[in-house]
């Protein structure tokens, strides 16, 4: 190539480079302020539920939650709905769906005939139908193994009747276990699970959504386990909760993700 076309050539890319990063700046000046700062938080919210749904995570210590890949700086919390189903319980998935967030529901099989269809609806609509016990007893006060293996065996066959699948998670009322329904629960194939930060909405102060709220967000850390249950003033102070949760940078992991 001559000298001159060499010349000729540099000039022309210059010339190609300098408009299109002209038009680069110009359509981000351009484009930028058009979108409203809650689409951007929204549209951050969404790519962060993309990584967080695309990780694996493990449970620690039973009670805290970690991704898999340490890489994986994400602020993340796994939901978890106790006790029902209830009436409530799709009034819960509404709100939860509004989020774009998953959850584990822990059910006792004693509320079923009370709320025909909820726990296939449940597994349906994409959470996960975790194993609370048939009645909601204190394992651990139960002296008679067979009344335990039957509170969990009951509710798992129960689970697997309405989902078409036995339950993955296995969560003790009242947090109450020892050694030996911890084996039990990992024998059955189910990942035992308490938590680390709760609504504590049984307590009636938590009808208050700044307490209800409050209380979650004061333990609150990335792998915290959350717990909150199917009350009415729970239900309330839901939406509120995600809302506060989102603000602050977390995302929710979906059960699904979960490997051990
Ligand atoms: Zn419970």
New binding site residues.
């Given amino acids: 190539m001559k000298l001159k076309n060499k010349k000729l050539y540099l000039i022309i890319l210059t010339f190609i480079f300098v408009v299109i990063v002209t038009y680069a700046f110009l359509v981000t000046k351009i484009e930028a302020p058009n979108v409203p700062p809650e689409i951007l938080a929204q549209q951050k919210i969404e790519e962060q539920n993309k990584v967080a749904n695309e990780e694996t995570y493990t449970i620690i210590n039973r009670s805290t939650i970690a991704p898999t890949n340490i890489l994986n700086k994400n602020k993340i919390v796994l939901l978890t709905i ?2 029902g189903p209830s009436s409530r319980t799709i009034q819960i998935i509404d709100i939860l769906k509004k989020h774009n967030a998953k959850a584990i529901f ?1 059910i006792n099989g004693m509320h079923d005939s009370a709320n025909i269809g909820v726990i296939e609806q449940t597994a349906k609509e994409g959470f996960a139908v975790g194993n ?1 016990t048939w009645d ?1 007893l204190n394992l651990k006060k139960e002296k008679d193994v067979t009344i335990i293996e039957k509170e969990i065996n009951k509710n798992g066959e129960l689970i697997n009747k309405l989902t078409g699948a036995f339950p993955r998670f296995f969560r003790a ?2 947090g109450e276990s020892n050694t030996y329904i911890r084996k039990l629960v990992k024998d059955s194939g189910m990942i035992f699970m308490d938590w680390s930060g709760a609504a504590k909405d049984w307590e009636k102060s938590t009808v208050e959504k700044d307490i209800f709220i409050s209380n979650v967000t004061s333990n609150l850390h990335s792998g915290s386990i959350i717990l909150i249950h199917e009350h009415p003033w729970s239900v309330a102070n839901l939406d509120a909760l995600l809302t506060t949760l989102e603000s602050d940078g977390y995302t929710y992991v979906d059960p699904k993700n979960i490997i051990e």
Avoid: E, G, T, V
């Fill in positions: 106790d006790d822990f609370h909601h009322p009242y």
